[in-house]
């Protein structure tokens, strides 16, 4: 929400949360927002059922998000699970859930291609290892 349009209610709200989440959720809270993603995942998945989007429930789900942006595979799964399950109203919210399910394919199938990419260079490099070896030996000859 942008912030003009926060008022002195919504910002006191915040800083309840935000008490409340670092008082109540403690240590939990902390690593999730320090980067563990496990912790993160816990979190979000502490607050299912979610019937309504509180700041708790978006707060959770962001932490979830900014590991999944950063490469974590099991916070993307999560991530569109917790979307899918989650009745919200909007016209796009199954592709919200498929986007970070079609994320994490994707990282997998970049991965992969990286994997055989290194694979052939590392048999490429052997056979030219071998081939070297070869004509040193007989250069002994």
Known sequence: MPADRLNDAQHLLLRAT???V???KGREWLSGMRGDAAASIAIALH???ITTVTLEVD??????ALHALGGDAASALVLSHILRRVPLDHPFARDLALSWLALNLRRVMQMRTKEKAQ???AAEGDRSLHHGDALFMGDRA
């Open 47 to 49: 607050c299912l059922p």
């Open 119 to 121: 694979a052939s260079q």
């Open 18 to 20: 935000l008490e409340k």
């Open 22 to 24: 670092s008082l109540i």
């Open 59 to 64: 707060l959770a789900m962001n932490a979830v």
